[in-house]
């Protein structure tokens, strides 16, 4: 038996060494061993895009069993909270995501969760239910790329002519945590690099700011924009408004901040030209024409007072999809250059199935003065249920709409039909793919990179990205390597990933999780640590001045005391004893203190000496709690 694990183990080896020679040209740190060989590699759907693009990150799913809670793989997290953000019925739980039969399942499911929820009006705490269990799942702050191209393979879920789900493949900036709405005031959706005094409040991070505090650099405007892949929406086929597409239909959209101000669109209705993004690129999908969504232009988050309120946008298209997209799998990707230094050109183009659906191009931003995102973004996917997405609107008469449980009959009113029978609900993603072009210096994979750091903001700000109301002490606990109980091998990965020992799953070499189902992850070229830099742009030449004055003044003024406080001593210590001998003052002092046996170092009244002279700091801290956030 030991003999045949050694070859078998010596064989794996072997397997691993002849991939590696083969990932050897590329960066592989981030690359699953299952993806085939034939994938390591791809081009542009686009035709003016002739550059070869390398493959950067993959997870293929082909590991059945493998868990996502907090601390258990390398790539993600499946969250364990509530979900304050868009009139959210859900509550998101780790053991609705697994691996099974090779794909990813996030799974929608009728379950109770009670948890600690905020009035807002009261400013309380207070015990709350939800009545819908669902999954997401999350890369921040693990894997981040800026610029390239991303490709998800996934099912849908549930009922297309059934309403309520929300299936979603979208991408965040790494200094907002999705759900974690005090990571994102002030934060998101901003992709916002000019000096604006409107908007200096509201942007936490701003261009007019001089001084680069957390290893950022002054100037420079930064925020979390976000990338929505897919946003499935689901229920009736009736006309819409103002628009030739119908449901089941999906939405691809980029969200940015600082929005347009005056003359918004009308939800529902199309925009006024001027008033609105110009110059939009639109495709279709076998026919089916990709049009402007109407029914979204973005949000007002409001705070007080009234100059840290600020407009969002969502430039967002939509495109019919029909049942199979239900059944079988389909290829949804975005292909995102970053723009340049300046903040000008870069673009987003969307395809499904390979053709095109709709583009962005950096110029088309200039109405806002925004961008292109060029933020270091995490990929994420879920499914949410929510009042806002596919529910009765406006509510209908008579129904107050405001429980949404199923089996409730003074709840029924307010459900989509057929809701209740539409759980459980499995979104299924088969792979994931980040491809990145070669030699080129605006991709770049990293969740806190030179230009753009992160790091050192999210540790000064941790309690803004984990449940501290829940005990969570950090926002990511680090990966687990081996230690799930086990009885036999195939628990721990057994023959190539780990076997059990004593009871506990061992890891084998590039395998790490509980139970030694993961493949490593990592940075192949990690930025170095971020030190703190004094940058010669923080200081104007007026202040510089002024503080070499001020030095100058400081280093004259103690001169001058300490040479007349030596004039005093001397004089002091010269003082005829008794005997007519002169003696010092402070061997006296030294000979008093030996006899007494005692020292002191308290000031007059016997209060403690505080060698900083001041006393401690009181800390004030702040909390924003922002009504709405859209994911």
Known sequence: MMRQSNTHQMSSFLALLLYAVVLSQCNAGWVDPDTPEEFLSTTSHYEMDTREYELVFSDEFEQDGRSFEDGSDPRWTAIDKNDYTNEALHFYKPENVKTTNGVLNITTTQQSNKYKAFDEDKHKYYADSKHIQSGMVQGWNKFCLTGGIIEFNAKLPGDPNVGGLWPALWMLGNLARATYVGSSNFIWPYSYDVCDETNRQSQQISACSKVGHYSMKPG????????????????????????????????????????????????GKLPKKGYWYEELEYGSYNGNETQLNPFFYGVKLEHKPKQYTYQSDAISANTHIGKDFFKHLHKYRVEWEPPKKDGTEGYLKWFLDGQFLFGINGDTLKLTNTKIPDEPMYLLMNTAVA???????????????????????????????????????????????????????????????????????????????????????????????????????SQCGYPSKGHCSANRCVCEDAYTGPRCLSHFGFDDNPPPPEDIEVSGYEFSPAFTTMLIFAFVAFITFVGLFVIRRRRDVEKYDSLPTNDGSPINRRMMHMMQQQNTGTGSYQREGGAPFNPMGASEQKTVTYCVIDQRMVS
Not at 230 to 250: D, H, I, K, Q
Not at 430 to 457: L, M, W
């Open 220 to 267: 420079l405007g930064r925020g979390s924009p976000e990338i929505d892949i897919l946003e499935a929406m689901m229920g009736s086929s009736e006309e819409l408004p103002n628009t030739n597409v119908t449901r089941p239909y999906f939405s691809t959209s980029l969200q940015i901040a600082p929005g347009v101000e005056k003359n918004r669109p009308i939800l």
């Open 387 to 489: 009042s806002s997405w596919g529910f009765p609107k406006p509510c209908p008469d008579g129904c107050k709409c405001t429980c949404y449980e199923c089996g409730n009959p003074e709840c029924t009113c307010g459900l989509p039909d057929g809701f209740c029978d539409n759980f459980p609900a499995s979104f299924e993603i088969d792979y994931i793919r980040a491809y990145q072009a070669k030699n080129d210096p605006k991709h770049i994979v990293g969740c806190s990179t030179v230009d753009r750091p992160t790091e050192r903001f999210i540790k000064g700000h941790k309690n803004d990205y984990m449940n501290t109301e829940e005990g969570q002490k950090e926002p990511l606990l680090p990966v687990r390597r081996g230690g799930a109980p086990c009885v036999k091998d």
